[in-house]
């Protein structure tokens, strides 16, 4: 309602076939992995929650509110592809405090059962510290965002965005304003 924007970097589940092809023609991974983000897409989805989770998904996509891009790490020596798997968050009021966090703190009844979970939040307001933290958090995001960091390959697919609002998104009656 304030106007803010959600950028999320997300990484693709690639198969051992994903893999594999990476392997054998890796001036194709481009492909490969916009082909294995649209194999999940293809779930059937029932579930009245999750159709209007998803149309909720679709919707602050085709507003601009929600910004997705793919990362992934790339090892051109060993023709292999990782998966970015950091757990990172970062966000900010209009009076400019901010909240970063790192970690994960699955919900899953998983994780809930059999993992151990643990998450870190800073707050700029707080403390020095915790704002020489949230800084880092920051320019962290920023650089992945901007496919600035070394270790990964940070891409856009509008191609991706296309699936989902065809999937996925069934009405715009919902109000951003």
């Given at each position: 309602?304030?106007?803010?924007?959600?950028?999320?970097?997300?990484?693709?589940?690639?198969?051992?076939?994903?893999?594999?092809?990476?392997?054998?023609?890796?001036?194709?991974?481009?492909?490969?992995?916009?082909?294995?983000?649209?194999?999940?897409?293809?779930?059937?989805?029932?579930?009245?929650?999750?159709?209007?989770?998803?149309?909720?998904?679709?919707?602050?996509?085709?507003?601009?509110?929600?910004?997705?891009?793919?990362?992934?790490?790339?090892?051109?020596?060993?023709?292999?592809?990782?998966?970015?798997?950091?757990?990172?968050?970062?966000?900010?009021d209009v009076s400019g405090n901010k909240i970063?966090?790192?970690?994960?703190?699955?919900?899953?009844?998983?994780?809930?059962?059999?993992?151990?979970?643990?998450?870190?939040?800073?707050?700029?307001?707080?403390?020095?510290?915790?704002k020489t933290r949230v800084l880092q958090k920051?320019?962290?995001?920023?650089?992945?965002?901007?496919?600035?960091?070394?270790?990964?390959?940070?891409?856009?697919?509008?191609?991706?965005?296309?699936?989902?609002?065809?999937?996925?998104?069934?009405?715009?009656?919902?109000?951003?304003?």
């Amino acid at each position: 309602k304030n106007g803010g924007t959600i950028d999320l970097v997300a990484s693709p589940y690639l198969s051992k076939e994903d893999e594999e092809a990476i392997r054998v023609g890796y001036e194709n991974r481009t492909k490969i992995i916009e082909n294995a983000l649209n194999r999940s897409l293809q779930e059937d989805i029932k579930n009245p929650f999750s159709q209007e989770r998803l149309n909720l998904l679709a919707c602050l996509i085709e507003k601009g509110i929600l910004n997705i891009k793919i990362a992934f790490i790339e090892n051109e020596k060993e023709k292999k592809i990782g998966m970015y798997h950091e757990k990172l968050g970062l966000m900010e009021d209009v009076s400019g405090n901010k909240i970063a966090f790192s970690g994960s703190m699955n919900e899953s009844w998983n994780a809930m059962v059999n993992n151990y979970e643990t998450i870190d939040v800073f707050c700029s307001w707080k403390s020095e510290s915790e704002k020489t933290r949230v800084l880092q958090k920051e320019e962290a995001f920023s650089k992945i965002w901007g496919n600035y960091d070394s270790k990964l390959k940070v891409m856009s697919f509008p191609s991706i965005k296309k699936s989902i609002l065809e999937k996925y998104k069934r009405h715009s009656n919902i109000n951003f304003n």
